[in-house]
């Protein structure tokens, strides 16, 4: 069945770096654009990023440009999300999550990965 | 960029009818899909409606998605409401400046 599943969470600094990473299973990989989304606790879903299925076009949320990287391989059926300069706002549950008519209906979505940001 | 606002929370009695609103702030509601999607506590979000008003197989028929054009809204309709339907609900469409934007969320209680 098609699935994500999130990696890579954990407590930073602010300022400090974390890598997350999504593995899909369950579809052709390289076939789908593919987004994170995520949720400070107890607030409401807000989209980060976005990528092409061949990685060509990438878009960010102005929240989080200059300071976080989306990329992908497809040879791995893995997404990835480079986050730096990490900031007390960025707490929350990343979710990865699978654009399924590129036109951006997002399903399925990963189980999501929590990145809490604190000194 | 536009924005999608929701009612913050709704309630309704087993049984009844509920429907929850999403108003787009500027430009065309029909202009791009919208998709409303459930979440229950502690879990992901999954899809109930996409493309304004398609149910992905396994969502019951009870849930039912619509737009209208002279309120600029879209309305996610739950009939014949379960206990289980008791979630957040969140609106969710394209903006044609590469950006993806979501309602801040509704939640229902089914009491």
């Known amino acids: 069945q098609v699935q994500l599943v999130e990696s890579g969470g954990g407590l930073v600094k602010p300022g400090g770096s974390l890598r997350l990473s999504c593995a899909a299973s369950g579809f052709t990989f390289s076939d789908y654009y593919m987004s994170w989304i995520r949720q400070a606790p107890g607030k409401g879903l807000e989209w980060v990023s976005y990528?092409?299925?061949?990685?060509?076009?990438?878009y960010y949320a102005d929240s989080v440009k200059g300071r976080f990287t989306i990329s992908r391989d497809n040879a791995k059926n893995s997404l990835y999300l480079q986050m730096n300069s990490l900031r007390a706002e960025d707490t929350a549950v990343y979710y990865c999550a699978r654009d399924s008519n590129r036109v951006g209906w997002f399903d399925p979505w990963g189980q999501g990965t929590l990145v809490t940001v604190s000194s | 960029n536009f924005m999608l606002t929701q009612p913050h929370s709704v309630s309704e009695s087993p049984g009844k009818t509920v429907t929850i609103s999403c108003t787009r702030s500027s430009g065309s509601i029909a202009s791009n899909y919208v998709q409303w999607y459930q979440q229950r506590p502690g879990s992901a979000p999954t899809t109930v409606i996409y493309?304004?008003?398609?149910?992905p197989s396994g969502v019951p028929d009870r849930f039912s998605g619509s737009i209208d054009s002279s309120s600029n809204s879209a309305s996610l309709t739950i009939s014949g409401l379960k206990t289980e339907d008791e979630a957040d609900y969140y609106c969710q469409s394209y903006d044609s400046s590469n950006h993806w934007v979501f309602g801040g969320g509704t939640k229902l209680t089914v009491l």
């Open positions: 493309e304004d008003n398609q149910r």
């Open positions: 990528i092409s299925s061949s990685g060509s076009t990438i």
